[in-house]
């Protein structure tokens, strides 16, 4: 079970926010209409997962994620989109766009349950050694390190890489669990990794393989079911690297 709290001040979505909790394996903690609330009560207490609005009087979202020195993993839940881009700069997880449905919410618990998982299995994962012959000497493939093993990565299988504070997801296109690497490292650190060329940074917090770009609608980027988030910082490097 994993302890999560809500922090907002509409009463209505704290209790949706609740009622899909309740049909999920979490523990509510506790509901809160301010940022100071949350604040109080996350410093006494151990939580995994906090759903947190944006627009709040007194104190924002943003401005109590960036207050927290060590957060839960976030999600944030808001009526305004654009606020996806600050989110993820700041780690968060996923980004609910009000009104929120049940399959939405039941998607960004999912990506909750397997990064945890993902992190305890794989948490000793390091990058491949470029001068053992991986990296961007060996253009098909890099072997990522976890404890005795050695997993072969194909680059042609990589979608994007999301980077969550210190560590980084590689989703592939297997799909699934399968389909997600978690290698402890920044983004900034993971770049290195892939073949100079085939892939881009899109935001300070993601990188795209540029040949699995299907489309682009104004500052994201869809890859299947993923919408990635163009930085205003890289807009121009992006635009510039697909024509």
Partial sequence: M????????????????????GQEPLRLLGCFNNAFEGQAFLKDHAVDVLFLDIEMPEMNGVEFLRSLAAPPITVFTTAFRDYAFEGFELGVIDFLLKPISLERFRVAVEKVRDFLALKREDAGLERGDASSGVGRDA???????????????????????????????????????????VIKGSVKHVLPLFPEGAFIRV??????AKDKIRRIERNRILIGEHQIPIGRNYKEEVERRIR
């Fill in 2 to 21: 994993l302890n999560c709290v809500i922090i907002d001040d509409e009463p209505l979505a704290q209790e949706i926010l609740a009622g899909y909790i």
């Fill in 139 to 181: 253009p098909e493939y890099v072997f990522v390190k976890s404890g005795v093993e050695r997993i072969k990565l194909f680059f042609a299988e990589v979608t994007h890489v999301q980077g969550l504070k210190d560590y980084a997801i590689i989703y592939t296109a297997a799909g699934g669990r399968s389909g997600k690497v």
């Fill in 203 to 208: 935001h300070k917090s993601f990188i795209v």
